[in-house]
């Protein structure tokens, strides 16, 4: 399978601690994005990376959150301090890059429940 | 700043019936891509089209059809002859000029019944 992978599925965490989702986006990809979705809402943009380089971080929803992509491939999620508003769907995409309109690839997301 | 409205939160239809799902967007760039996506109950979206503000024709693959319309800015998909497997939840989403950020509407979820 060589579509987007996340990992992993499902977390259940208590409120205050730290989470982290892993992205791997489809090999031949250089954009990756991360989207969160909650329930009966449409997915909402967070942040995107061309490469390596973080080129949109003003939507992340606070300092609380922050990706990263080290060697422009895979991606991380990290949320410090969660709390219960965190509980949503975190989705994955990944994108080539070069012409605008190309589609973005999602993978199944992250369903994360936070008691 | 962009926005999506997909007007219709559920429809229910009866298997073989034909159903139209609404979207009307807003935007401020001159050039633009709207999608429709699908969210099956395993929760991953698949990408159903791609359509660029430059191209009003519409379009048409199998049971699946989208009327674009610039003057009313809306993006509305039509399934013909309605199956089970169509039961979903659907997306009208809108590309930004730069080409980094979708913005989604809230979603319709069809449920056609047998």
């Known amino acids: 399978d060589t579509g987007v992978s996340q990992d992993p599925r499902h977390k259940i965490t208590k409120r205050g601690q730290n989470v982290t989702f892993r992205c791997d986006p489809i090999s031949e990809h250089n954009r990756l994005y991360w989207y969160r979705q909650t329930l009966g809402q449409g997915p909402e943009f967070l942040t995107y990376f061309q490469n390596e380089a973080q080129l949109e971080k003003s939507r992340l929803l606070s300092d609380r959150f922050s990706a990263e992509r080290p060697k422009g491939s895979f991606s991380t999620l990290e949320i410090q301090r969660t709390e219960q508003g965190d509980s949503a769907m975190y989705l994955c995409?990944?994108?080539?890059?070069?012409?605008?309109?190309?589609?973005?690839?999602f993978g199944p997301g992250t369903r994360l429940t936070v008691l | 700043a962009q926005k999506v409205t997909q007007a219709q939160t559920e429809i229910s239809v009866v298997e073989k019936e034909d159903v139209t799902l609404d979207c009307v967007y807003e935007t401020r760039d001159t050039t633009y891509y709207l999608f429709w996506y699908k969210q099956p109950p395993s929760g991953e979206l698949v990408f159903l089209i791609r359509?660029?503000?430059?191209?009003?024709q519409n379009e048409i693959s199998g049971r699946y059809s989208w009327n674009f319309q610039k003057s009313t800015s809306s993006f509305n998909f039509t399934i013909t002859a309605s199956q089970v497997v169509d039961s979903a939840v659907y997306f009208c989403a809108l590309l930004n000029n730069a080409g980094n950020m979708l913005t989604f509407g809230g979603g319709t979820r069809l449920m056609v019944k047998p």
């Open positions: 359509r660029n503000s430059f191209d009003e």
């Open positions: 995409a990944s994108s080539l890059s070069g012409q605008i309109y190309n589609e973005q690839f």
